[in-house]
């Protein structure tokens, strides 16, 4: 049922935002953030419960919840800058759009180092 | 609230837009412009409430 809600919220909301581009590009673009942050926030409710289910699921297996969390960190910061530079395009700024996607990437490589360094640990540790 | 803030910001994007249009007509144009920047300020605080909102949800979600 909720999917239902939030197609119909996102569909109203595109048809807001069409009716001001004419006028006001600016509002239509804020008028979509505001569309895509009610969306995910109220789908958060559900990733709240899935990323309980995968936490429990590791420390069950016994494996390093370290490790878990980069991955989770990993996920969680493609999903925003994913939302940033769609923005950015939608706006018509393609240039900021593909910084903000850089930027991503080189953060994303930045945090999972040290399963890199781990991983080499214990390779040379055979 | 959340389904309220679309709608609040589609009607004050509306009603800028309307004043907009009346106020250049009327040949002030400094106030048009001044009209649509206040406007865009205050729709603009609205949604850096909700961002705020989103990425503290995010952060206690993935346990930063």
């Known amino acids: ?126 | 609230m959340e389904v309220d803030l679309i709608f609040k910001i589609a009607a004050i994007g509306i009603v800028i837009a309307v004043l907009h249009i009346i106020l250049e007509n009327s040949g002030r144009k400094e106030q048009a412009m001044m009209t649509t920047l206040a406007g865009l300020i205050v729709v603009l605080l609205m949604v850096v409430q909700q961002i705020s909102l989103l990425f503290e949800t995010i952060k206690s979600i993935f346990n930063f």
């Open chain 1, 1 to 126: 049922m909720d999917i239902y809600k939030i197609v119909g919220i996102a569909v109203i909301a595109t048809i807001l935002a069409t009716l001001l581009k004419s006028q006001k590009k600016e509002i239509a673009i804020i008028l979509s953030i505001a569309t895509g942050l009610v969306i995910l926030l109220y789908v958060s409710l559900y990733l709240n419960n899935v990323i309980d289910t995968v936490l429990e699921i590791s420390s069950r297996v016994n494996l390093d919840l370290s490790f878990v969390k980069i991955i989770l960190k990993i996920i969680s910061i493609s999903y925003i800058c994913e939302f940033g530079s769609q923005i950015c395009k939608d706006a018509g700024e393609s240039s900021i759009a593909s910084k903000v996607e850089l930027a991503g990437k080189v953060i994303i490589i930045y945090i999972s180092t040290p399963i890199i360094t781990s991983l080499l640990n214990i390779l040379s540790d055979f």
